[in-house]
């Protein structure tokens, strides 16, 4: 497994994405931060092919709860509205349900990143009531409507127990009920840019609707990252300089002042704080002074961010972040 470094040096071949006028115009973040995005670990019960993070069932990090503990106090001192809660699989770190209860308690719109798959195992079943009693909202990856596809890219079987826990999930009032909202993430399966968010909503809930009868709110596409496991696979395939070149041609400047870096943090399972969680996976620490636990105490001043050549993913075509699309090409 390469670490971010590897990645980074591979990147520099390419035009400086800091040199682009639109990333040196927003290149601070905004006065004040409403999203905290909390990686709460890399164990992961599956091993799909598109992840930045290398997550797996091979992977021991975890945070603990001194530290979930911080992250509540540092969202409280500074005006956060929202916790995103993601991983590898959050379920799959024990004190997951820790940090729900105390991030309800702090008042904050929780969100969990799931690959769903985990909820069919007994051990993790309990989730399901966790997140219906904090009306956690649920973003659920499913990278193609289409079994095969979707298969490839995250494990054989994944795709038939997401839509079982869909099921699951819709009778509990997800993707129903206004306060459960469901919403799925499509991840390209190859070298190419998503295709229109919208038109894409539509197909998703056409063919799942039809087919199997699910309902969900949302889908957000987002834009694959040339790191982590993408990266190697991009690589192996002979498609990374294509991939790179296709990015940097499709640069929106638009794009950019809507990038998530710009309204967030992120932190990693050990309190490191980083701009987004890509950055997090390629160990590029956001300019804060210190650990998430250094931080309780303190307001968060507006800081300039920490651009590299991967941030070119986030700024291409529509635009790419944790929610999906964020500019008009």
Request: contains cysteine; aromatic residues 12%.
């Given at each position: 497994m390469k670490d971010g470094k590897e990645y980074l040096d591979e990147l520099k071949d390419f035009p400086a994405f800091t040199e682009k006028e639109a990333s040196q115009k927003f290149c601070e973040t905004l006065d004040h931060l409403d999203v905290m995005q909390i990686n709460v670990g890399k164990l992961c019960n599956l091993h799909c092919k598109h992840c930045h993070i290398q997550a797996g069932p091979d992977r021991t990090e975890l945070m603990d709860k001194?530290?979930?503990?911080?992250?509540?106090?540092?969202?409280?001192?500074?005006?956060?509205?929202?916790?995103?809660?993601?991983?590898?699989?959050?379920?799959?770190n024990p004190n997951t349900p820790y940090l729900i209860e105390k991030a309800t308690e702090?008042?904050?719109?929780?969100?969990?990143r799931s690959n769903l798959v985990i909820l069919e195992d007994p051990e993790y079943a309990k989730y399901i009531d966790i997140y219906v009693k904090n009306k956690v909202e649920l973003f659920a990856s499913l990278p193609s409507y289409a079994k095969r596809d979707a298969d490839r890219q995250r494990g054989e079987g994944t795709f038939d127990a997401v839509i079982d826990m869909i099921e699951k999930l819709n009778e509990k009032g997800y993707g129903v009920d206004e306060d459960l909202q469901l919403n799925l993430v499509y991840n390209p399966g190859g070298a190419f840019?998503?295709?229109?968010?919208?038109?894409?909503?539509?197909?998703?809930?056409?063919?799942?609707?039809?087919?199997?009868?699910?309902?969900?709110?949302?889908?957000?596409?987002?834009?694959?990252?040339?790191?982590?496991?993408?990266?190697?696979?991009?690589?192996?395939?002979?498609?990374?300089?294509?991939y790179m070149k296709r990015l940097i041609n499709a640069y929106n400047p638009a794009a950019v002042e809507n990038m998530m870096c710009r309204n967030q943090i992120s932190v990693d399972y050990d309190g490191t704080v980083y701009d987004c969680d890509f950055n997090l996976a390629l160990g590029l620490p956001a300019n804060v002074p210190g650990n998430i636990r250094d931080l309780t105490d303190t307001k968060l001043e507006k800081r300039k961010i920490?651009?590299?050549n991967h941030c070119y993913a986030c700024t291409a075509g529509a635009g790419s972040s944790c929610g999906g699309t964020t500019a008009e090409e």
């Open positions: 001194a530290t979930m503990d911080a992250c509540i106090a540092v969202f409280k001192n500074n005006g956060f509205k929202t916790i995103d809660i993601t991983g590898g699989a959050p379920e799959m702090a008042g904050a719109h929780v969100i969990v840019l998503p295709p229109n968010q919208e038109a894409l909503r539509a197909e998703y809930a056409q063919k799942l609707g039809s087919e199997f009868g699910i309902k969900f709110n949302n889908l957000f596409a987002i834009t694959n990252n040339p790191i982590g496991r993408f990266g190697d696979f991009l690589k192996r395939s002979g498609n990374y300089k294509g920490v651009f590299a």
